[in-house]
Nanobody
């Protein structure tokens, strides 16, 4: 079992920045691809970004390209989402997720391909 705990959410003005963190339990973290997803009120969950086990490969939703950056520190069992130039439409609960297919370079934008999920951290961007 893997437990994921997100932090770093909060209230920020449009144009501001936040950095989300997701800490994973267990030694297997370094072999997992990790993803960030978000769900806004009344909307379906959507893909934000993903990173493969080594950090070499990343993928982003078109809506966040150039503004968000995903990274990881395997020594700290942590994945990050740096969010810059935030917009009101980025308001959502952000979830991190782990894909337990070890050492897979493919990074998936499909939530169903992730096996473990955190509880989420709320991001509110005011206009």
């Amino acid at each position: 079992q893997v437990q994921l705990v997100e932090s770093g959410g909060g209230l920020v003005q449009a144009g501001g920045s936040l950095r989300l963190s997701c800490v994973a339990s267990g030694r297997a973290f370094s072999g997992y691809a990790m993803g960030w997803f978000r769900q806004a009120p009344g909307k379906e969950r959507e893909f934000v970004a993903a990173i493969n086990w080594s950090g070499r490969y990343t993928s982003y939703a078109d809506s966040v390209k150039g503004r968000f950056s995903i990274s990881r520190d395997n020594a700290k069992n942590t994945v990050y989402l740096q969010m810059n130039s935030l917009k009101p439409e980025d308001t959502a609960v952000y979830y991190c997720a782990a894909d337990s297919n070890y050492y897979r370079d493919y990074v998936s934008p499909i939530g169903d391909e992730y096996d473990y999920w955190g509880q989420g951290t709320e991001v509110n961007v005011s206009s």
